[in-house]
Nanobody
Framework: QVQLVESGGGLVQAGGSLRLSCAAS????????MGWFRRAPGQEREYLAA????????SYADSVKGRFTISRDIIKNTVYLQMNSLKPEDTAVYYC???????????WGQGTQVTVSS
């Protein structure tokens, strides 16, 4: 199992930026990829971005492509989500997740709140 702890959320005005961090611990040697998701009030959980742990290949949801950037630091066992040009509709709880097998998201953080004011 991998333990995940997110940080970096907060309140920001529309057009602003935030960088979220997710520190991984535990069986990190088994990481295949890590990702970011979010859930807005009353909505389904939404996939945002993912990065493979060894190769650093990234993928993005269309809703955030060009505004959000995922990256990872394999020395620090940390994945980041740089969020630019934030919009009020980006308001949500943001979660990071770990995939240890290349098939599904198995471990989840507790989430960090991001609120974008208009």
């Amino acid at each position: 199992q991998v333990q995940l702890v997110e940080s970096g959320g907060g309140l920001v005005q529309a057009g602003g930026s935030l960088r979220l961090s997710c520190a991984a611990s535990g069986r990190t040697f088994r990481l295949y990829r890590m990702g970011w998701f979010r859930r807005a009030p009353g909505q389904e959980r939404e996939y945002l971005a993912a990065v493979t742990w060894s190769g650093g290949r990234t993928s993005y949801a269309d809703s955030v492509k060009g505004r959000f950037t995922i990256s990872r630091d394999i020395i620090k066992n940390t994945v980041y989500l740089q969020m630019n040009s934030l919009k009020p509709e980006d308001t949500a709880v943001y979660y990071c997740a770990a995939d240890r097998s290349g098939g599904r998201w198995q471990d989840w953080g507790q989430g960090t709140q991001v609120t974008v004011s208009s």
